[in-house]
Structures are given as structure tokens and as C-alpha cells.
């Protein structure tokens, strides 16, 4: 397809960002920072939350209903009428194939520097893969979408070190030993420069808050200090030293021109809703985040912990079918065996994929849950109950889906996003 049009690919550099958890937030904190340096850049991200508008961004500007439905109206009749050659060999054009060329398209036509794109699915098959990009990032890799992309760790891995190119660059989170083996496997592969996590780059004297975080930044001989991101928990500031260790290598490696005032101002305004997105309601405190995975439950949990210990706590959850319920479940345990959490709530999102309530309580029974669980039959309603809980000071957790965060957010009244 991007053939048919000229190979827009060409006419911008380009950012990969691979991974299972972290890999937006890291994408997001990286295109603020090029921002705030006066480099024009394109994101590209997915899911959205509210409009499918939200994943094609330029210099943090959503594409206009406008250029959106001109780009649909340009694209459609070529690739009508020469789909055949494709779908006769393999298969069906995607909906995330003809996004991700209308996102090339678009930052062609925008003119930008460098386009920092979040892959969709492991990176091997990925549309996103078709890119040359300057460094291939790969976010922690934990279980997600096994169903496509392996049963093991060592097989999700190989699909997302796929984005490694040869004698190319490599920024690599916090991983796990098995997925870590794997990586390094490809980048000897490959006779690509590896950067990882703790041996290549740190951060030091983290301080946390519901606010965001504080951290200092070292990589080889350089040392940053005070840097600030608005983004709650822990796990953003391994985000934030990820997109940081790439913002390094775009400076030495191909000479871009980054201030630290920049650096530090593209940090600290970068906003990356329904992650752990605390949002005030009155005396009503939210956390809304879609945390979707045993692994993101995790650090959703131990952020939850941290930042509001001792308060009570309510967590509204619901999931897609396709998820693995008891790997979300699991972590939620930890609470279920301690006084802080009361009530845990589940609900459904307005989405064909969505997983029945009664499958998430069946799901309870058998991990032998302990507290009050309530069924609601939507968002709505499941604030309801919140409401009427009224727990003193209690915080309450939405989470287990980005589509149910979603709604959430438009209930809740939060700022919108485009």
C-alpha cells in the first residue's frame, strides 16, 4: 500500500516503540520532549479512548475531522481498486493497516521531522514495522495477546525484538531475564548498540507523589538532575528514563539540537490520560487506568499502595473477553487479604468485546475472594454504588480496560481530549 502512494515512509525519520506495558507513555514522553525542542513530530499511538482522531497526533494536535475524512476520501478509491492484488494472497486489508498508512500519510503532508510511532501488536507483523526507524524502543515485555503472539515469554519477545535493525540503535526498559536473553539474542543478530535499563542508563533519587515524581538521570558520563513528570507511579519513571535514553541517542548518534530546559519542560508536560490518571471529584478521589494485563495490574496495584496507603479503597473493574482474567484477578488478591480494599465492583464497557459480569464473580468465587463483591451493568451504575458506598476518604480504582476507563472519564466529566 505505501507503495501505491510513493512511499511517504521516506519522508520523515521515525521512532519504533515496542513492548507490553509502558510502550504509550514512553512513546508520549519522548514526542513531548522533541516538541519542546522545536522539532515538528508526529505520534501515533493506540488505542484511543474517545475518538479514533486521538492516535494521529502532530506537535500534540489531534488530525482535524477535516483532513481525516480528505485523507479517507484520497486513499479509498486507489485502494479499492487495487486491494485484490493484496487480499487474494494475504488476505483482508486491516483497520489498523489502513491507520497506520493514513498516519504516514498525514505526517507527509504536515511535513514533519520525526514520527514517534507506539506499535500496535508484537512488531514482526506489525503495520508499524514497515518503518526504517533511528532506534527501536522496546517497552517491558510481560503476557498480552498470547492468542497471537506465543505462549511464552521467549516467543513474545522474539515478536517485539523484530523492530531491531541491522547495526541499528536499542533502548530497552526493565525486562524480565527470559525476555532480556532474547533481546540481547537479536541485537548480536543484528550488530545493533543496546542501551538497557539499569547497565546502560539509570535514574537516582526518585522521589514519588500523587503529583508525579522527581528523579535524577545518568547514562554513560552524563548526569541531568531534577527532572519532573506530572505522570503518577513509580513505573512512569522507568517510562520517562526510556524516552530519555532515546532522546540521548537522537542527540549523539544524529545530531539533534536538545536543550536540558527543553528536555525537562517536554517532561513535565506530557499527559498521557487513563494511566493511573488521578482525578478529584469533590472530597471523591478516581484513579483511572486501563490496566489490562496481569503485569500492568501489578504496577497499578503497588502504585495504589504506595501513593494512598492507609485509605480505603474501591475498585471498579471490568475487561475484555479476551484477556486473561485470572492474571488481572491475581494482583487485586494481595488487597482482597488486607483491610484497605472494601468493595470491589464489577461492570462492563459498551463494547462487543466486553466480558460479562457474572464470568468476572464466577472468576472471584474460585480465587477465593473474601470482601463485598457487587455487580453494576454499567459505568454509570457502578459509580452509583460507589456513591452510595460513601466511604469516608475512600479512593476509588477504575480499571482492567481502556474502553471502561473511557467511559469513565466522559462520566466523570474529565477534560476532553480533542
Same mark, same amino acid.
Given at each position: 500500500m505505501l507503495d501505491w502512494f510513493g512511499h511517504p515512509e521516506h519522508s520523515f525519520?521515525?521512532?519504533?516503540?515496542?513492548?507490553?506495558?509502558?510502550? *504509550?507513555? %514512553?512513546?508520549?514522553?519522548? @514526542?513531548?520532549?522533541?516538541? &519542546?525542542?522545536?522539532?515538528?513530530? /508526529?505520534?501515533?499511538? $493506540?488505542?484511543?479512548?474517545?475518538?479514533?482522531?486521538?492516535?494521529?497526533?502532530?506537535?500534540?494536535?489531534a488530525i482535524s475531522k477535516n483532513e481525516f475524512a480528505g485523507l479517507v476520501a484520497k486513499i479509498r478509491p486507489i485502494v479499492e481498486r487495487k486491494k485484490k492484488k493484496i487480499t487474494s494472497v494475504y488476505g483482508p486489508i486491516t483497520f489498523f493497516e489502513i491507520f497506520t498508512l493514513l498516519t504516514i500519510l498525514?505526517?507527509?503532508?504536515?511535513?514533519?521531522?520525526?514520527?514517534?510511532?507506539?506499535?500496535?501488536?508484537?512488531?514482526?507483523?506489525?503495520?508499524?514495522?514497515?518503518?526504517?526507524?533511528?532506534?527501536?524502543?522496546?517497552?517491558?515485555?510481560?503476557?498480552?495477546?498470547?492468542?497471537?503472539? *506465543?505462549? %511464552?515469554?521467549?516467543?513474545? @519477545?522474539?515478536?517485539?525484538? &523484530?523492530?531491531?535493525?541491522?547495526? /541499528?540503535?536499542?533502548? $530497552?526498559?526493565?525486562?524480565?531475564?527470559?525476555?532480556?536473553?532474547?533481546?540481547?539474542?537479536?541485537?548480536?543478530?543484528?550488530?545493533?548498540?543496546?542501551?538497557?535499563?539499569?547497565?546502560?542508563?539509570?535514574?537516582?533519587?526518585?522521589?514519588?507523589?500523587?503529583?508525579?515524581?522527581?528523579?535524577?538521570?545518568?547514562?554513560?558520563?552524563?548526569?541531568?538532575?531534577?527532572?519532573?513528570i506530572t505522570l503518577p507511579g513509580r513505573f512512569q519513571i522507568d517510562n520517562a528514563a526510556t524516552a530519555l535514553a532515546t532522546a540521548s541517542i537522537l542527540e549523539n548518534q544524529f545530531g539533534l539540537d536538545l536543550k536540558e530546559a527543553n528536555i525537562k519542560k517536554g517532561l513535565k508536560t506530557a499527559f498521557w490520560p487513563g494511566r493511573f490518571e488521578i482525578v478529584k471529584r469533590g472530597p471523591k478521589t478516581f484513579v483511572l487506568d486501563g490496566a489490562h494485563n496481569g503485569a500492568s495490574m501489578t504496577e497499578v496495584c503497588k502504585a495504589m499502595e504506595t501513593l494512598?496507603?492507609?485509605?480505603?479503597?474501591?475498585?471498579?473493574?471490568?475487561?475484555?473477553?479476551?484477556?486473561?482474567?485470572?492474571?488481572?484477578?491475581?494482583?487485586?488478591?494481595?488487597?482482597?487479604?488486607?483491610?484497605?480494599l472494601d468493595y470491589l465492583i464489577v461492570t462492563k464497557s459498551n463494547n462487543p468485546r466486553a466480558r460479562e459480569p457474572k464470568t468476572i464473580l464466577e472468576a472471584l468465587t474460585k480465587l477465593d475472594w473474601k470482601k463485598p463483591a457487587l455487580w453494576a451493568q454499567d459505568i454509570d451504575k457502578a459509580l452509583q454504588l460507589v456513591r452510595r458506598i460513601n466511604?469516608?476518604?475512600?479512593?476509588?480504582?477504575?480499571?482492567?480496560?481502556?474502553?471502561?476507563?473511557a467511559e469513565a472519564r466522559e462520566a466523570l466529566g474529565c477534560r476532553k481530549l480533542i
Amino acid at each position: 500500500m505505501l507503495d501505491w502512494f510513493g512511499h511517504p515512509e521516506h519522508s520523515f525519520s521515525s521512532v519504533l516503540v515496542a513492548g507490553t506495558k509502558g510502550k *504509550g507513555s %514512553t512513546a508520549n514522553f519522548l @514526542a513531548s520532549i522533541l516538541i &519542546a525542542n522545536g522539532y515538528s513530530t /508526529g505520534l501515533f499511538s $493506540s488505542p484511543h479512548l474517545a475518538d479514533p482522531r486521538e492516535r494521529i497526533r502532530v506537535n500534540q494536535r489531534a488530525i482535524s475531522k477535516n483532513e481525516f475524512a480528505g485523507l479517507v476520501a484520497k486513499i479509498r478509491p486507489i485502494v479499492e481498486r487495487k486491494k485484490k492484488k493484496i487480499t487474494s494472497v494475504y488476505g483482508p486489508i486491516t483497520f489498523f493497516e489502513i491507520f497506520t498508512l493514513l498516519t504516514i500519510l498525514y505526517f507527509k503532508t504536515k511535513r514533519i521531522d520525526i514520527g514517534v510511532f507506539e506499535v500496535g501488536l508484537g512488531g514482526r507483523l506489525d503495520a508499524t514495522n514497515v518503518l526504517n526507524p533511528l532506534v527501536s524502543v522496546i517497552a517491558p515485555i510481560s503476557f498480552d495477546h498470547e492468542e497471537h503472539l *506465543g505462549h %511464552t515469554l521467549r516467543q513474545i @519477545a522474539g515478536e517485539k525484538a &523484530a523492530i531491531i535493525r541491522n547495526n /541499528g540503535f536499542v533502548v $530497552s526498559g526493565r525486562q524480565v531475564p527470559e525476555a532480556k536473553q532474547v533481546i540481547q539474542r537479536q541485537i548480536r543478530k543484528q550488530k545493533a548498540n543496546a542501551y538497557f535499563l539499569g547497565p546502560s542508563f539509570q535514574t537516582l533519587h526518585e522521589t514519588v507523589s500523587q503529583k508525579g515524581s522527581r528523579f535524577d538521570f545518568k547514562i554513560a558520563s552524563e548526569r541531568w538532575r531534577n527532572f519532573q513528570i506530572t505522570l503518577p507511579g513509580r513505573f512512569q519513571i522507568d517510562n520517562a528514563a526510556t524516552a530519555l535514553a532515546t532522546a540521548s541517542i537522537l542527540e549523539n548518534q544524529f545530531g539533534l539540537d536538545l536543550k536540558e530546559a527543553n528536555i525537562k519542560k517536554g517532561l513535565k508536560t506530557a499527559f498521557w490520560p487513563g494511566r493511573f490518571e488521578i482525578v478529584k471529584r469533590g472530597p471523591k478521589t478516581f484513579v483511572l487506568d486501563g490496566a489490562h494485563n496481569g503485569a500492568s495490574m501489578t504496577e497499578v496495584c503497588k502504585a495504589m499502595e504506595t501513593l494512598f496507603s492507609g485509605q480505603r479503597k474501591v475498585v471498579i473493574l471490568g475487561t475484555s473477553r479476551e484477556k486473561n482474567l485470572e492474571a488481572i484477578l491475581k494482583p487485586l488478591l494481595h488487597y482482597n487479604r488486607k483491610e484497605e480494599l472494601d468493595y470491589l465492583i464489577v461492570t462492563k464497557s459498551n463494547n462487543p468485546r466486553a466480558r460479562e459480569p457474572k464470568t468476572i464473580l464466577e472468576a472471584l468465587t474460585k480465587l477465593d475472594w473474601k470482601k463485598p463483591a457487587l455487580w453494576a451493568q454499567d459505568i454509570d451504575k457502578a459509580l452509583q454504588l460507589v456513591r452510595r458506598i460513601n466511604l469516608h476518604k475512600a479512593v476509588c480504582l477504575i480499571t482492567g480496560s481502556l474502553f471502561l476507563v473511557a467511559e469513565a472519564r466522559e462520566a466523570l466529566g474529565c477534560r476532553k481530549l480533542i
